[in-house]
């Protein structure tokens, strides 16, 4: 039977920064004997608003399983948008990949528009992939076998090995829980700190555990006059019914939305 894990180049592994697409990572360098053909590369995409711990990680997969890691992030040139190439001391930590998009695009993200999710981690792989004279290449993601209606819209288009392999949450959580270290976020958080796709109820966790994180996303809101949802109240009412200890709840329409942009398992 094949190794769904033993990949073909020229191919992009995407690491989300996430304990799902890490463990899929450490299959495949398995599947390799500890070492990826020249071909094969590993890619991680930063939006500037990832969660600390999940740069932290990524910088520790690279360390621990001596893997090289390409740190992507997005960058707006006169005319065009193009990428840079960084590492875990030059990467972005306040918002400022994020911010060029915006000003680009002279609008908010939202849930039907998520050019966030392209711009700042599909189409900068792509380029990267371009750069490097690739046209034809497989992308690897770290779907997992109890995500199917995620793995329905990537097969044909993209490699699935923990899908195909049968991998579930619990799995995933058990391996990490063997390891000496791991991503430290709580499970089902999601890596982007307070993704606009996230329901309401982590919003709020969130908030109240990092202060200070809602000051980017309602900075953004001010600047300009419109919400990232417009189907809830904005960044500034949720912090202040935080800071009143109030709850909100906007019952099934704010379950969270499944997203390119990572997992935290």
């Given at each position: 039977m094949t190794d769904p894990f033993k990949i073909e180049g020229p191919a992009l592994i995407s690491f989300?920064?996430?304990?799902?697409?890490?463990?899929?990572?450490?299959?495949?360098?398995?599947?390799?004997?500890?070492?990826?053909?020249?071909?094969?590369?590993?890619?991680?995409?930063?939006?500037?608003?990832?969660?600390?711990?999940?740069?932290?990680?990524?910088?520790?997969?690279?360390?621990?399983?001596?893997?090289?890691?390409?740190?992507?992030?997005?960058?707006?040139?006169?005319?065009?948008?193009?990428?840079?190439?960084?590492?875990?001391?030059?990467?972005?930590?306040?918002?400022?990949?994020?911010?060029?998009?915006?000003?680009?695009?002279?609008?908010?993200?939202?849930p039907v528009m998520r050019f966030c999710t392209q711009e700042l981690k599909i189409k900068i792989m792509e380029r990267y992939a371009a750069s490097i004279g690739w046209d034809d290449y497989t992308n690897v993601v770290g779907l997992r076998a109890d995500e199917p209606s995620r793995v329905a819209r990537m097969r044909g288009t993209h490699a699935v090995p923990l899908a195909v392999a049968g991998i579930t949450k619990p799995d995933v959580l058990a391996f990490w829980k063997e390891q000496d270290f791991d991503l430290a976020i709580a499970p089902g958080q999601?890596?982007?700190?307070?993704?606009?796709?996230?329901?309401?109820?982590?919003?709020?966790?969130?908030?109240?555990?990092?202060?200070?994180?809602?000051?980017?996303?309602?900075?953004?809101?001010?600047?300009?006059?419109?919400?990232?949802?417009?189907?809830?109240?904005?960044?500034?009412?949720?912090?202040?019914?935080?800071?009143?200890q109030r709850t909100f709840d906007f019952g099934d329409r704010d379950q969270i939305i499944d997203c390119f942009c990572g997992d935290a398992a």
């Amino acid at each position: 039977m094949t190794d769904p894990f033993k990949i073909e180049g020229p191919a992009l592994i995407s690491f989300s920064g996430g304990r799902t697409s890490g463990y899929m990572l450490w299959r495949i360098l398995q599947a390799h004997g500890g070492t990826l053909p020249d071909d094969v590369k590993v890619t991680f995409a930063n939006t500037g608003k990832e969660m600390p711990q999940t740069l932290d990680f990524v910088a520790l997969v690279g360390g621990r399983w001596n893997v090289e890691i390409v740190w992507l992030e997005y960058r707006w040139q006169p005319g065009r948008n193009s990428f840079a190439i960084v590492n875990p001391e030059t990467s972005s930590r306040n918002g400022e990949p994020f911010n060029m998009l915006i000003r680009a695009k002279k609008m908010l993200p939202n849930p039907v528009m998520r050019f966030c999710t392209q711009e700042l981690k599909i189409k900068i792989m792509e380029r990267y992939a371009a750069s490097i004279g690739w046209d034809d290449y497989t992308n690897v993601v770290g779907l997992r076998a109890d995500e199917p209606s995620r793995v329905a819209r990537m097969r044909g288009t993209h490699a699935v090995p923990l899908a195909v392999a049968g991998i579930t949450k619990p799995d995933v959580l058990a391996f990490w829980k063997e390891q000496d270290f791991d991503l430290a976020i709580a499970p089902g958080q999601g890596n982007c700190d307070l993704c606009f796709l996230k329901s309401a109820a982590t919003i709020q966790a969130i908030m109240r555990d990092v202060p200070g994180v809602a000051q980017w996303w309602i900075g953004q809101e001010a600047a300009r006059g419109s919400t990232f949802r417009s189907d809830r109240p904005s960044y500034a009412s949720m912090q202040r019914a935080v800071d009143e200890q109030r709850t909100f709840d906007f019952g099934d329409r704010d379950q969270i939305i499944d997203c390119f942009c990572g997992d935290a398992a």
